[in-house]
């Protein structure tokens, strides 16, 4: 069975600090899909980023990096530099196969990240 | 200009009522899904619908029926509330490619309380 282990279940830090959220998986499949969403406490869910288990390239944007390691089953998420706004729940998810055509999500159980000033 | 939209934003109703809850995408894609977040903010697939047919349907109990006219709309549909189903729906949306995986684009839920 697909799972996805995010063990923070909620980190402070003061704005300005580096934070990095944890996510850690399990699957049998040999491709597969690991995704961040950000939830606001506006409450909608914000796509991050994807990345297919065949790239294990770490990815930066603006202030955001992700390191996958294939060899650890992780794929960490590090906000550098924190805002107020980043103030967020975060969750990680792993695709896994479904019936027919496409794959459903299993999330993890989300990091309430709160950014102080 | 909302790629995925969900009405009623938010739905307060007495136990033993049916209700309905709308989704419409304008992204062009062919799958669609429904997921429950309960109080704990854990999100767990519901259904899923690809060309109108459904694909994913495991634990949920048949009071819960999705109904998908088109390929842009599945509208979930509640029969018999009760208190345990009081969460955050959220629908979203995806392509369907076998043996990838598009990303899904979330509405922006449908907060159900159920008295």
């Known amino acids: 069975a697909q799972k996805v282990t995010q063990a923070q279940t909620e980190i402070s830090v003061v704005e300005k600090e580096d934070v990095t959220l944890d996510c850690v998986y399990e699957?049998?499949?040999?491709?597969?899909?690991l995704f961040w969403y950000k939830q606001p406490p506006s409450g909608e869910l914000v796509f991050l980023i994807r990345?297919?288990?065949?790239?294990?390239q770490n990815e930066i944007s603006g202030r955001y990096s992700w390191n996958f390691q294939k060899s650890t089953s992780s794929f960490n998420f590090t906000i550098t530099a924190s805002q107020v706004v980043d103030s967020a729940v975060y969750f990680c998810?792993?695709?896994?196969?479904?019936?027919?055509?496409?794959?459903?999500?299993?999330f993890g159980s989300g990091t309430q990240l709160t950014v102080l000033p | 200009d909302t790629a995925v939209s969900q009405t009623p934003k938010y739905l307060v109703t007495q136990m033993g009522n049916d209700k309905s809850i709308k989704c419409e995408q304008n992204?062009?894609?062919?799958?669609m899904y429904w997921y429950k977040q309960d109080s704990k903010k854990f999100l767990k697939i519901m259904f899923s619908?690809?060309?109108?047919?459904?694909?994913i349907n495991e634990t949920v109990p048949n009071r819960f029926s999705p109904k998908s006219p088109d390929k842009a709309h599945l509208n979930l549909h509640i029969n018999s509330l009760e208190l345990g189903d009081s969460a955050v729906y959220f629908c979203?949306?995806?392509?369907?490619?076998?043996?990838?995986?598009?990303?899904?684009?979330f509405g922006p839920g449908t907060r159900l309380l159920v008295l």
């Open positions: 979203a949306s995806s392509h369907a490619i076998p043996q990838s995986q598009e990303t899904q684009y």
């Open positions: 699957t049998r499949d040999t491709t597969y899909y």
């Open positions: 990345r297919n288990s065949f790239d294990e």
């Open positions: 998810a792993l695709s896994e196969p479904s019936s027919g055509s496409a794959r459903q999500l299993t």
């Open positions: 992204l062009g894609h062919d799958t």
């Open positions: 619908y690809n060309n109108k047919e459904l694909i």
